[in-house]
């Protein structure tokens, strides 16, 4: 429980900056940055929303949507970034510009109208796991001045919707190839904190990953910059 809690205190945010005194309704400008920090854990294209404060992409100890499965378990951003058009809460989508290899970054340029959409949430899966993802999500962009930036560690999050046996027929990435999305939820159907990879290596047998696709948190570094 101590790892957790240090774990999670370590993604809080930081501001660097002046503080914003623009409350105009003009079209804001960032970009966000996603920096992969794993050894060998590739990271699926990024999923990112805009959205009000009626909008969570996903709640710790509530059960994922299924937009949200289909990202943690196959790496497949596509439902999740469809909520734009399905939910009336989100107003923007965005989508990252592919897989993002360990020590690699990914960059996003997004402008929003802040009456519509004053949040982002940000998701992606570790391909090498069963239904592991980072993720932020309603993270508040209303007082972040030009030029200012919100630096913050990504925690790895447990998607509850697939059971982690690490077998090659249900791990997508690059170790096995496996099927990834199936709808049958054989995990305990909540999101949670991820306890990390066993692997074949610390004798779990039925696991096709090895050492090397073990993790530590934070599993990403997220940064947001305000650019006009």
């Not at 690059?174 to 909540?190: I, K």
Request: one cysteine or more; hydrophobic letters at 40%; glycine letters at 8%.
């Amino acid at each position: 429980m101590k790892f957790r809690l240090i774990a999670i205190a370590a993604s809080v945010s930081l501001l660097v900056g002046c503080p914003d005194n623009d409350d105009s309704g003009a079209p804001r400008s960032y970009t966000v940055t996603v920096k992969n920090l794993t050894p060998n854990q590739p990271l699926s294209p990024l999923a990112v929303l805009a959205h009000n404060d009626r909008y969570r992409l996903f709640s710790v100890g509530e059960a994922a949507s299924d937009g949200l499965e289909i990202l943690a378990e196959s790496g497949d951003n596509s439902s999740v970034l469809a909520e734009k058009e399905t939910n009336t809460n989100v107003g923007y989508s965005f989508s990252g510009t592919g897989v993002v290899l360990p020590g690699n970054s990914d960059t996003i340029t997004l402008t929003i109208d802040p009456t519509q959409a004053s949040l982002i949430s940000v998701a992606s899966m570790l391909v090498n796991t069963n239904d592991g993802f980072v993720g932020e999500t309603q993270l508040d962009l209303t007082s972040l001045a030009v030029g200012a930036s919100l630096n913050m560690n990504m925690a790895v999050w447990d998607s509850g919707t697939e059971n982690n046996d690490e077998s090659a027929a249900s791990i997508p990435g690059p170790a096995a190839s496996g099927e990834g999305f199936n709808s049958a939820r054989d995990d305990n159907n909540r999101v949670s904190f991820h306890a990390g990879v066993i692997s074949l290596d610390d004798g779990l047998a039925t696991s096709v990953l090895n050492a090397t696709h073990r993790f530590l948190n934070p599993g990403a570094r997220l940064s947001i910059t305000r650019t006009e």
